[in-house]
């Protein structure tokens, strides 16, 4: 019998899924796409599209764009993985995956953490220098200012919320650049791991000290409006706060609050709680935010290298085998287990 894999719709993603589906369909796989997905709102399947869609599927492959419920991975009695382009894993509940002895295989390429490390370095140095404002003076052909507004990253000091893969590579990157210090608070980080030249503190004393915050969790409830009005005012008046890493950690309101008040000389967000953000929404009136929309680490080369790592994934999870990249690596001795009574 052929594997059968439900691939679900992503309009941010759609060309990787598609190139993914070619490739798998050419492999003699049967692919099931899912039902169209409305960008911004989280796609949920229904009873009947659940019963349609995923009641004899091997493998299921989703986004963040979509939501999978634990009925839904009890649907299929032969599903054996669920299988992510992304490194986000947002869309699935690990734990409901872990009971049940799913394995859940992600994208956690170099191109893929290695973009977003390059990205947040970026955008740092955009809002030190205040480049959007430089381009603006000359568009409009306005005088140059008699006081310079630039400010190096060199000699300042380096925050960051949470590290992983992600803040590592940003570590790394800022090496190069010499800031005075770079200060990361990060419960779930062991001292003896963490990266050479940080100084593992308190969040109360980066949010103090840092003159760049940077953020690096994964959205959950414990993370979720971690960064209100009171921790954003713990910033120093002149700081800047970049956030790569999800929507949702900043209360977005509280922001609005504090830069309207003047506090804070920037804030780059490349993620927003709202995806795509609303056109009145009041993070755009304010002139000292850039707003990308959740794409800043989306590279030619991610692009590229996404549905190989896909269908890699996929077909080695078919054989048997662990996949290039897994979010759960613990769950293997009970995956092992529902493979053998899948049969």
Known sequence: MAPKIYIARDPVLEEVLDSASAKLAEKGWEVIRGPEVVPGVPRRLSEEERAALLTDV?????????RLSEADLDASPRLR????????????????????GLLVANGATPENF????????????????RLHESERLLRENAPRPQVMYGRMLRGRTVGLIGSGRIGGGVIARLAAWEPAEILVHDPFLPPETAPAGVRLVGRDELLEKADVISLHVPLNDETRGMLGEAELRQMKPDAILVNT?????????????????????????????????????????????????HILGHTIDLYTVMPEVLVENATRLMAGDLPLYTRNPGVEPDWRKRLDSIG
């Open 58 to 66: 091997d493998l299921i492959v989703a986004s963040s764009r979509s």
């Open 81 to 100: 993985a669920l299988v992510f382009p992304t490194i986000g894993v947002d869309a699935v509940d690990l734990e409901a995956c872990a009971s049940r």
């Open 114 to 129: 290695l973009a977003m490390s390059e990205a947040t370095v970026m955008l740092m140095l955009v809002l030190l220098y």
């Open 245 to 293: 890493s999800r929507g949702g950690l900043i209360d977005e309101d509280a922001l609005v609050r504090v830069m309207r008040d003047g506090h804070l000389a920037g804030a780059g967000l490349d993620v927003t709680e709202t995806e795509p953000l609303p056109m009145d929404h009041p993070l755009r009136s304010l002139d000292r935010v850039i707003l990308t929309p």
